[in-house]
């Protein structure tokens, strides 16, 4: 079916379709030249017409009446199609697609070898055990969602262009708790659907059958036809390995079912949660031990907060001078920040620190979290380091937001504000079309990431782009910040604080009293004009300011080496032009755009 749908649908393929060629070919530009030109050959127009029709002849011929070792040639044409395929429809795959590819495979090896009953019910244990992993984990995935959970989640889906329906939208609308039940039914049925396999396999044609009518639904009214028949081919698997071991047939024969590959199974996933285990234990400890130059205080909170001088001992710098510290954005930790650090302690003072619950930082507060308190920390910090010396805050993002909360509690002490593409209290607003304006998603990625990196799974986790980016010298402690749960459930908890503080703004932002250099990114997702008003307005508040526009990602701005330096520089400029006292308040306000 999905190929008889690309050769009659050519419309994606075309230039500047989503599926073309000429640029879909650039992901593989690191690849051997070699094979970069056989993959010309194979997604090229012609090429990928000759397989389509080939795999159409294959499948066709699957349902005639064939000899062995003609439906094992099908099979194996249908298998390394798909394979030489997926590079040139990267973009179009789908659930389906990764399913089919899937049973083709299986059912060539079980083909070939034929002969060997142990290895084909290898390969049905393999095929049923991912029907019964695909269900679960998708249930699981979306009872961790408080978007599924509160039944928003399926008319949300239905009023999709993609994949909605108008008639059953309106339907769902006006019936919100039969929507609501709904919605508890799939992810009753898809997290129970391992049960196939107790009581002897007696819930199984039951569970199969639910599941073989929610895909059946979900063709007529999301359009998902294909889903139908992939996901239904692995069913038969799942009845053959939920079904009793021993069966005897009319004629007398007894077969038994090999029931080692779920034993192997068993011992590799034991194994690797033990690897997995071992790897978090590591990870931690690399955490806790930092870089060895970390000090301690705790603030008035409870909390205990690790911090460290960078560059030069603060004692041999001139006393009068102001100290900078740097304040990192959310689910962050200084050392991404480490290229801004660094230059800036070529200059002056520096002190970088982790909040309460990031890395070494300890965290004593309850769980009803105010953002709030984590500016009373930094203000206990400030007051710790710093003593009587003039100090300059600079934060990113998050940061931004809790260093202008924190020189209000420190009059007289800050002397100036570097705020890098800062957080703003009014920016979850509706008005300034911000895609997540309920914070959910966010919430929904930082809950995810704490669960499963607690369950274990941290050696799965990708590493992150950015980390090539840094000094090497910190990429090791970064990558185990990086895979820390403790880290992403202190992010979670401070998100969860922002969003409950953010919504009860009604504006506008307080005087902060010093003066502010503002660093705006440009591509921080395409900033609307009313977000880029917000982040103007901390220039706005401020007795003297001056603005800075760096085309470059809020992300990126102080992880890459480039951007970093230019920011370091801009920071350079604005403390020195403070003063030690910064008893110059009088207003003045200049605009400046910066080109990396």
């Given at each position: 079916?999905?190929?008889l ?13 989503m ?10 530009r ?16 012609r ?11 294959a ?14 040639a ?7 199609t798909s ?6 429809n ?16 299986t059912a060539?090896?079980?083909?070939a ?20 992993l ?7 995935v ?11 989640a ?13 008639t059953?939208?309106?339907?769902l ?28 396999g ?13 895909h ?27 079904g ?15 029931d080692?590959?779920p ?5 590799l ?7 997995g285990?071992?790897?978090r ?12 130059d970390?000090?301690e205080m705790?603030?008035?909170?409870g909390?205990?907060?690790a911090?460290r001088w ?14 900078v ?9 200084p ?10 302690s ?8 982790q909040?309460?619950?990031y ?6 507060g ?9 500016a009373?920390d ?8 710093a ?15 809790l ?6 509690r420190l009059?007289?002490q800050?002397?100036g504000?570097g705020?890098i ?14 895609q997540?304006?309920?914070g ?5 990625v ?5 669960i499963s990196l ?25 990558e185990?910040?990086y895979?820390?749960p403790t ?8 998100w ?5 503080r ?34 103007d ?10 603005r ?9 701005v ?7 330096t230019r920011?370091?520089e ?22 400046a755009?910066?080109?990396?």
């Open positions: 079916m999905s190929s749908e690309y050769l009659v649908t050519e419309k994606d393929r075309l230039p500047g379709g599926n073309d060629w000429r640029v879909g070919r650039e992901q593989f690191a690849w051997p030249a070699p094979v970069r030109k056989v993959l010309d050959v194979v997604s090229g127009p090429g990928s017409r000759v397989l389509h029709g080939a795999r159409v002849v499948a066709a011929a699957l349902l005639a009446p064939l000899p062995r070792r003609g439906r094992l099908a099979d194996l044409v249908l298998s390394a394979l030489a395929l997926y590079p040139r990267h973009y179009g795959t789908d659930g389906s697609d990764q399913v089919a590819f899937l049973v083709q495979t060539t090896v079980a083909r070898l034929e002969d060997r009953p142990r290895a084909v019910d290898a390969c049905l244990w393999f095929a049923g055990l991912q029907s019964v695909s269900y679960a984990t998708s249930g699981w979306k009872v961790s969602s408080p978007t599924w959970r509160s039944g928003r399926l008319p949300g889906v239905m009023r999709t262009k993609s994949y909605g329906e108008a059953t939208w309106r339907l609308t006006k019936y919100p708790r039969t929507s609501h039940a709904l919605s508890t039914g799939v992810l009753a049925l898809e997290c129970a659907f391992p049960v196939v396999h107790l009581a002897k007696r819930a199984a044609p039951v569970l199969v059958a639910a599941v073989g009518g929610f059946l639904a979900n063709a007529g009214v999301m359009g998902l036809g294909r889903f139908l028949t992939s996901f239904c081919s692995l069913h038969s698997a799942v009845l053959y390995i939920a009793p071991r021993v069966r005897t047939w009319p004629d007398g024969r007894v077969e038994r079912r090999d080692a590959f034993v192997a199974v068993g011992a996933l034991t194994a690797a949660l033990a690897a285990v071992v790897s234990t590591r990870q931690r400890r690399t955490v806790l031990r930092g870089r060895g970390e000090r705790t603030t008035a909170s909390n205990t907060l911090y960078a560059g030069d001992p603060a004692e041999a710098l001139d006393p009068a001078a102001p100290v510290v740097l304040e990192h954005a959310l689910s962050s930790t050392e991404r920040a480490e290229w801004l650090a660094s230059e800036l070529k200059r002056h003072p520096v002190v970088t620190y909040r309460a619950g890395g070494r930082s300890g965290y004593a309850s769980r009803h979290f105010d953002i709030d308190s984590a009373d930094l203000a206990d910090l400030v007051a710790h380091v003593g009587d010396r003039p100090v300059v805050l600079i934060g990113h993002s998050l940061g931004g937001y260093v202008a909360r924190a020189a209000r009059p007289g800050v002397v504000l705020l593409d800062p957080s703003h209290p009014g920016e979850m607003s509706e008005s300034t079309g911000t997540d304006p309920d959910q998603r966010v919430t929904d930082l809950n995810q990431m704490a607690r369950l274990c799974l941290g050696p799965l986790l990708k590493s992150p782009d950015w980390l090539g980016q840094l000094p090497s010298g910190v990429r090791g402690l970064a185990a910040q895979r820390d880290v992403w459930s202190a992010a979670l908890r401070e969860r604080g922002s969003l409950a953010f919504r009860l703004y009604e504006g506008p932002l307080p005087a902060v009293g010093v003066p502010v250099c503002l660093v705006t990114c440009a591509r921080t997702n395409e900033l609307t004009e009313a977000q880029k008003d917000l982040q307005e901390y220039a706005q508040v401020a007795p003297r300011s001056v800075h526009v760096l085309d470059v990602h809020r992300d990126a102080v992880g890459e080496r480039a951007s970093a920011v370091a801009l920071m350079t400029e604005f403390v020195g032009g403070l003063g030690h006292g910064a008893a110059d308040r009088e207003e003045e306000t200049a605009d755009r910066s080109q990396l």
